[in-house]
């Protein structure tokens, strides 16, 4: 799994009790079974395609996304890259520092950077920052009792007006996750309440084995509802 402040250093995760201005009030509730760093540094990261989601590909070659743009659960930096190759200024977050170790081994694409922490514990000083947030392998990679408070963290850290743009994978091969399969109607309940969902589509072009078990939407925080296409 993938999760970025301009205030913290390379060497200080962010999620640190020096960043924080507050946390979420149950920690409980935010343990993830899994052990992200152990699977990077074991090599055991089936997810890494070594290649952008042909669903953003296709989507910044009809529509642009611009300004500051954050990437949770980042990984390897690929789609960080992808945005940040067509003008984003773009944020990378990762709970594992092999992961973000590897994505910045990669040349930079544009304006681009990557940051350790826990998009469950930022800084209230990211409220409101960001244009646009991109979700590809987060939001099916944490338990999904804790998928309430990811609608939370995003709902908080865009700007009024920004825009999320998720592929979210409806149904794994997988018996049991990560990742964590959904429905429309669990993402309806969970952020219509923050958000307006204003497209939704299914990509042309999936990974191998997630071909038509994805659906794209694009979701604006205080922004009217349209009919989906």
């Known amino acids: 799994m993938n999760a970025n402040t301009n205030s913290a250093s390379p060497s200080e995760p962010l999620g640190s009790d020096s960043n924080l201005d507050s946390k979420l009030s149950n920690p409980v509730e935010l343990i ?36 500051e743009v954050l990437v949770p659960g980042s990984g390897p930096g690929h789609d960080v890259r992808a945005l940040a190759t067509h003008g984003a200024r773009v944020t990378g977050l990762d709970l594992s520092s092999s992961a ?8 930079p694409a544009g304006s681009e950077h990557y940051e350790q922490g826990n998009l469950f514990e930022l800084p ?19 338990p999904p009792a804790l998928r309430a408070e990811y609608v939370k963290a995003i709902g908080a850290i865009l700007k009024p007006g920004g825009h999320f743009f998720a592929i979210f994978y409806l149904n794994p091969s997988a018996l049991s996750g990560p990742p964590h399969g959904s429905t429309r109607e669990e993402i309806a309940s969970l952020f219509d309440p923050c958000l307006g969902l204003m497209e939704e589509w299914v990509p042309s072009g999936a990974f191998e084995g997630r071909e038509g078990r994805e659906i794209c939407q694009l979701w604006r925080k205080g922004g009217l509802v349209k009919s989906p296409r």
């Open 32 to 67: 993830d079974p899994v052990d992200w760093e152990a699977r990077y540094q074991a090599g055991d990261t089936p997810w890494n395609e070594g290649y952008a989601a042909p669903a953003l590909t296709e989507f910044l070659s009809r529509h642009p996304i611009l300004g």
């Open 100 to 107: 973000i170790a590897l994505a910045r081994s990669y040349p």
């Open 124 to 142: 209230r000083t990211w409220n409101d920052r960001f244009d646009w947030v991109f979700e590809h392998t987060c939001f099916c990679a944490i």
